[in-house]
């Protein structure tokens, strides 16, 4: 008994299809994750816009003097992110909105290799973009949200007489693994563009869709 991926291999050479090199494969596979990471985090920014985000309850902290830090913190966090709405708003709405077709199309090229392989090399290099506009426009809203995260993890371990030093290294770590994830992500996506306009890419998906196409005519 087949595998559906062997028959669906074994389908595609009994069509005459050219083979599908292994890079594209892993690229398909990689601009899925890559739209379902990045329209997460557009979706998650967009539901603290209308109000969904956690809610604080500082009346749990019984220490007043940290009470009163972490409401601190909690409203320069707030601050921070309506200030930049303007311009963060609509970025998130452009990153979900384009994460979720280019989901949508690496699953399509990848499963069918049916019609997309252009739109998705746009919508990778688009998503991209995106994520560095994000990180350029958010960046005082994610210093603001590092420092909340540690007033309130210390005001919490405070409670219980633990110790809480670890988080001053989580928020360094955190500063400095942004960007070198932004450049890692730049990087890939670059890679996975270059795959797509690959020859042997266009040659095994954009012949596959004239296969599909010329196959609805007859």
Same mark, same amino acid.
């Given at each position: ?196 306009? =690959? ?11 004239? =296969? =599909? ?6």
């Amino acid at each position: 008994m087949l595998r559906p991926g062997t028959h669906m291999a074994a389908r595609e050479e009994s069509q005459g299809m050219p083979k599908r090199p292994w890079y594209v494969t892993l690229a398909l596979i990689g601009s899925f994750l890559f739209a379902i990471g990045a329209g997460v985090e557009g979706w998650d920014r967009l539901r603290q816009y209308q109000g969904a985000e956690t809610k604080i309850e500082l009346e749990s902290i019984r220490d007043e003097a940290a009470r009163l830090r972490v409401k601190q913190s909690s409203d320069v966090l707030s601050d921070a992110l309506y200030a930049h709405k303007k311009a963060s708003y609509p970025l998130h709405v452009a990153l979900f909105l384009v994460s979720v077709a280019m989901a949508a199309f690496s699953v399509r090229v990848l499963f069918t290799r049916a019609f997309g392989r252009t739109l998705l090399v746009q919508l990778v290099g688009v998503q991209a973009a995106l994520m560095v506009a994000r990180h350029v426009v958010d960046g005082e809203t994610r210093e603001a949200g590092l420092a909340f995260q540690r007033t309130h993890t210390q005001a919490l371990y405070a409670m219980v007489g633990q110790d809480s030093s670890w988080i001053d290294s989580f928020v360094k770590i955190a500063r400095v693994g942004a960007p070198v994830y932004l450049g890692f992500r730049t990087l890939a996506s670059l890679l996975i563009i270059a795959a797509l306009l =690959d020859s042997k890419a266009r040659h095994a998906l954009d012949v596959a869709d004239t =296969d =599909d196409s010329t196959s609805e005519f007859e």
